[in-house]
């Protein structure tokens, strides 16, 4: 896919030789202990012949016992990690501390329950030296579930982060779904992190748009990965760069499903408003017949569907009278 770059804020590293840092950045709050682990060991593997890097947990006020674990304690005592509380809910918040606190020129967010292929960080390094003109990006995702996974969720799975591609796909447009990086893996430039991080801490983003202990809200990830437009670069997915997202099998279930459902929808119409997008207010007879439309469909699917519904009619017409 070609790529139209704007020069202003280009970002390159002219120097072949030069391997620039890696910020691993992981964000937790009360994570499974042997499912965190596991994501520890896969990065340690990964990291194995990186030299130049660092890890950075950031624990969202865990009360699990967290500063308890074994396996913290000794990441605690290395030379080039550290373990950090941040007492404001939710993953923005965490996010931030971790672009405040990291020193890598990349930065990578893992999820706590991501399992990053061997070679992730050496493609990372692949693809930033090839392509200088990327400020955000990500690779395929897998899910798995240790308890099989009801056939009929397979069409929501893109909501759960489930991305399967081949080639690579960059753009400068902003909210260009298809090359539009995901969370888990995402890896930005410092540039485009610190852009974030002033965008955010100037008072340009009235709420959070991502996971606040139960909450289901998202779009942060989105947000960040569209500040590399905001600065004349470009944002891409590269298949070359996997890991896999391991989930529980609450996730698969039909009541989360839905509530996952309205939030994603609720969430991005906040996420246009704030991004300058005009939201006309949703008439009421046009939001009607729209559900009435999904009675149609099985009941799930109908379900789901009127949830999208809802949680559109309901973000915008929330930012028009809350946040503009």
Not at 70 to 88: H, L, M
Request: charged share 25%; aromatic share 12%.
């Amino acid at each position: 896919m070609p790529l139209k770059i704007h020069l202003k804020g280009y970002w390159k590293f002219t120097t072949k030789n030069f391997m620039p840092k890696i910020s691993i950045i992981i964000c937790t709050y009360n994570p499974d202990f042997v499912v965190f682990s596991n994501c520890i060991r896969y990065i340690d593997n990964a990291t194995n012949h990186l030299e130049n890097f660092e890890i950075i947990i950031i624990d969202n006020h865990s009360n699990n016992d967290f500063h308890e674990f074994d396996f913290i304690k000794e990441i605690k005592e290395r030379i080039n990690s550290k373990v950090i509380t941040e007492p404001k809910p939710g993953l923005t918040a965490a996010r931030l501390r971790g672009i405040k606190e990291s020193k890598g020129d990349l930065l990578v967010f893992v999820d706590d329950d991501n399992l990053v292929a061997p070679d992730f960080f050496e493609k990372v390094h692949k693809i930033n030296l090839q392509y200088p003109w990327i400020g955000s990006f990500s690779g395929c995702v897998s899910i798995i579930c240790n308890k099989p996974i009801p056939e009929w969720t397979r069409k929501y799975w893109g909501m759960l982060v489930h991305r399967e591609f081949s080639g690579n796909f960059w753009t400068n447009v902003h909210f260009d779904q298809q090359c539009m990086p995901c969370g888990a893996g995402m890896v930005v430039t410092r540039p485009v992190a610190d852009y974030y991080l002033n965008l955010v801490e100037s008072g340009q983003r009235k709420i959070q748009l991502d996971r606040v202990e139960k909450q289901l809200l998202s779009g942060g990830d989105n947000d960040l990965a569209m500040c590399a437009c905001d600065l004349g670069l470009g944002m891409g997915l590269f298949s070359e760069l996997k890991l896999e997202h391991l989930l529980s099998e609450n996730r698969f279930e039909f009541t989360y499903l839905k509530n996952l459902t309205f939030n994603i929808y609720f969430s991005a119409e906040l996420l246009k408003g704030m991004r300058g997008v005009m939201l006309k207010n949703g008439k009421i007879l046009k939001y009607y017949l729209k559900l009435l439309n999904t009675f149609f469909l099985n009941y799930k699917d109908g379900a789901i569907q009127r949830a999208s519904i809802r949680g559109s009619f309901k973000g915008i017409n929330y930012y028009n009278n809350k946040l503009l």
